[in-house]
């Protein structure tokens, strides 16, 4: 059988890059689908932005800051990502936390369910078309990806070395899943540490990249004690990668042999 085609759309929403991806049978008919569902994901990403970026004095998320009570009462979808936030900085403990700059800000959680969104709503319904055997959309490295059930195809997924960008320290296959990346080599230290600096860097798999990015957020927060605690309560896999430059895997909560990178 003949390998797949992938196909790719480039989209810059957020000031993040975000690439839309199909793998097809059929490169035409992949084309097709493509170039409408990448419009649709922009457009929609463009609504997010505006909605709840704290860089734009009309968003939701600034009027919000600035004491607009009704937008917690009268809009479903901010209501919804507002618990989710709180329901997250209790899962990990404060380590996820929007309040880190002073004014809720659901920033480390809105890009992360952005991607989540337009996945399965415009890329998701792609895989009952004959052609398509999988989708996926990467959010400036984090990752939401589907394959349609039955298929053997695995998207293939390097993680970046902190200390040398053009170097992976490890690798995946996923067929249908999530992979979130927080780290300091690209965004320096835009996470507030609430715990010993001695993290580089912190890689999660999960089936929901909404899940992966609050965990791999609240894991460089938290520091390195703190995140063993999470990896086994919470049976996380992934990996973290320490101040001294040491990967260390993990796989449903389990520790696997840590390597020099």
Do not use: C
Not at 10 to 16: G, P, R
Not at 28 to 52: F, K, S, W
Not at 215 to 224: D, E, K, M, S, V
Request: aromatic share 8%.
């Amino acid at each position: 059988m003949t390998a797949p085609v992938l196909l790719h759309r480039l989209i810059h929403q957020m000031n993040v890059p975000f690439i839309v991806s199909l793998a097809v049978t059929d490169r035409a008919a992949g084309e097709a689908l493509l170039g409408p569902a990448a419009a649709q994901v922009a457009a929609e990403l463009a609504r997010i932005d505006r909605a709840y970026s704290p860089f734009r004095s009309d968003s939701l998320v600034r009027r919000y800051q600035a004491g607009d009570q009704s937008i917690l009462l009268n809009d479903p979808e901010f209501q919804q990502i507002y618990a989710a936030v709180l329901a997250a900085t209790e899962t990990t403990q404060g380590d996820f936390d929007p309040f880190f700059n002073g004014p809720f800000d659901p920033t480390g959680y809105v890009k992360g369910w952005a991607v989540a969104q337009v996945t399965r709503a415009f890329l998701t319904p792609l895989l009952n078309d004959p052609a398509v055997v999988a989708v996926g959309v990467n959010g400036g490295g984090d990752m939401q990806l589907a394959t349609r059930p039955g298929s053997t195809f695995q998207w293939h997924v390097g993680i970046e070395d902190p200390a040398d960008p053009q170097r992976l320290i490890a690798a995946y296959t996923v067929a249908t899943g999530a992979v979130a990346t927080s780290g300091t080599s690209k965004r320096g230290e835009h996470i507030l540490r609430r715990g010993p600096a001695d993290l580089a860097q912190v890689t999660i798999l999960a089936p929901n990249l909404t899940a992966a990015d609050v965990w791999a957020t609240a894991g460089l927060a938290g520091g390195q004690v703190r995140l063993l605690d999470h990896i086994a309560q919470a049976q996380l896999t992934g990996l973290f990668v320490t101040a001294a430059h040491r990967v260390q895997p993990f796989a449903k909560g389990v520790l696997a042999n840590a390597q020099t990178a």
